[in-house]
């Protein structure tokens, strides 16, 4: 198991920043990837960025990049996974999910926190 703590989610204007934070209870090696997805009322549940753990590198959905920057750092036994979030926009409202695919091929999610965007 994994445990994920998340924190960091708000509300903010159009154009202004939140940094969403991820704490997980395992070692870097042996998590895979690790990765935010959103998803907002009466939508489907989406990708927003990963980064990889054997190489740190990042993959981002189009709606979202050169705004978001993923990055992770680890201590012995657990990894914070971080969402820099910039130039926000209202479409960019929803509850934010923490993921972590482990070696094994295991998903774990977290509670989710929610990202309120105001025009």
């Known amino acids: 198991q994994v445990q994920l703590v998340e924190s960091g989610g708000g509300l903010v204007q159009a154009g202004g920043s939140l940094r969403l934070s991820c704490v997980a209870s395992r070692s870097i090696f042996s998590l895979n990837v690790m990765g935010w997805y959103r998803q907002a009322p009466g939508k489907e549940r989406e990708l927003v960025a990963t980064?990889?753990?054997?190489?740190?590198?990042?993959?981002?959905a189009e709606s979202v990049k050169g705004r978001f920057t993923i990055s992770r750092d680890k201590a012995r036994n657990t990894v914070t996974v971080y969402l820099q979030m910039n130039s926000l926009k209202p479409e960019d409202t929803g509850v934010y999910y923490c993921?972590?695919?482990?070696?094994?091929?295991?998903?774990?999610w977290g509670q989710g926190t929610q990202v309120t965007v105001s025009s």
């Open positions: 980064i990889r753990g054997r190489d740190d590198r990042p993959n981002y």
């Open positions: 993921n972590v695919r482990d070696v094994w091929g295991s998903d774990f």
